[in-house]
């Protein structure tokens, strides 16, 4: 029977905070061991690639995910199977050529990626780009088989998979720590400690795959043998759907290398960027999941029966329900960016000024929130529609819209200026796409969309600036430091500011948190 979509939701939340909360811990780490320093700095201009590739043929939601859960959804067991195992060959045939290619060019393509670093840090990027490479072919055979797995109705470990990479770079740097002890930031250890995090990165990727593995098999989505029928109809179509999603999701990593080869001139910028975006990530991410891998194919069900009103319907309830959690949470994370900051990564080689630049960038992110999911949801719209055309039209726009901005806000805002323009990016591109399904939907209640996202983000605004001043004010009555006082006084003003909030609602009377209230009651 086939899951409720509160079911689905559910265990998609659950599995993915397990995964976000697992995820956080590996950042910690991470900053432990690390902190602003070399070797992480170099790790994140040596992930780009890995990293889009993960992205766009391995990532929930990302462009192979939905192409192929689209194409499943339509076919049996028997078909899917056949299927999976035809795009898996393809994608092997592919990507084998594409890793070589990666360790034999690396130093090329870190210095196209990052011509500002220094030499060390260089040296060290490179080293791990060629350990990471082979991330390329097990990104897209992780992707196939979080497609099968979620189009034969299985959804948890799609979702909290990613916990098990974060579990393999926690035990390489425990093992690292264990050798190591407080020299593995000596400058003669910095290599083995690039090194390290190479490895138990690569060796995360290697153990999805093989626990995907396992269970595609019990689920009677896996074929062993290669499949070479790469002009049936099934892998046309996925190609079809795939195809502009991909050139859009690449639009949108040439963005972060143009954020990424600004960063290079700045000291510390990109670990500083990365500690921030993981922070404000995780509840962006989560709701992504909850909201994104249930609706897709309800929004898909309904635009192919040309059930207009009702598609209009469920995509303003989800924005307002995103609206409803991301703009609270968006006010209380600038409000209490130190506590949090503090709380997640201040220890070891991570220190005050670590805190102090990680905080400050992560008020700008959690400022470019909402955009950023909204425009996710709308981009699923679109593809709902059959058409992946237009977000890949406006993500050629936003290139060049995201060079000019990236150039003036720096200069105005060093790093924090480079998420000030990635917010500027999703602002402009959430409203083109709004005013394309506008005409393409034959209208939408504006009305209906805006005086509820208006009145949240003045709710959100009084709520945040009630957690600052109770926080400030516990910092100056209770002189203290340290974990438990970061605790105290993250709970307490965060209570008070959900509070606020709560009071607030009940005043406005939004349809949204009715509904939402019944859901949890039940």
Known sequence: MPKSLKNIAGIVAVATLVSKLFGLLRSTCIAAAFGVGAVFNAFNFAYIIPGFLLVVVGGLNGPLHTALVSVLARRDEEDSANLVATIATLLTLILIPVTILIIVFAPFLIDLVAPGLNYQVREIAILQLQIMAPLALFAGLIGVGIASLNSADLYWLPSVSPMLSSIAVISSLGILAWQLGDNINAPQNLALGGMVLAVGTLAGAVLQWVVQLIVQSRKSVLIIRPRFNFRSPGVREVLRLMAPATLSAGMSNINLYVDLRFASFIPQAAATLSYAELLSQTPRGLLSSILLVPLLPRFSRLAANQEWNQLKEQVRQSIVVTALIILPLSALMMAL??????????????????VEMVASVLIAYSLGMFPSVGRKILTRVCYALNDAKTPFRISIFNILLNVVLDYVLVNSFGMTGLVFASMGVNLIAGG???????????GLPWKDWILPIFSLTGASTIAGLTAWVTSWGIEITWKAEGLIFDLVQLSVSGIIGLIVFSLILMILRINEVDLLLAKLRK
């Not at 394309?436 to 034959?442: G, I, K």
């Open 337 to 354: 960016s130190i506590p949090i900051v503090k709380i997640v990564y201040q220890r070891q080689a991570f220190d005050s000024k670590a």
């Open 432 to 442: 083109m796409l709004l005013i394309y399904l506008h005409r393409q939907l034959e």
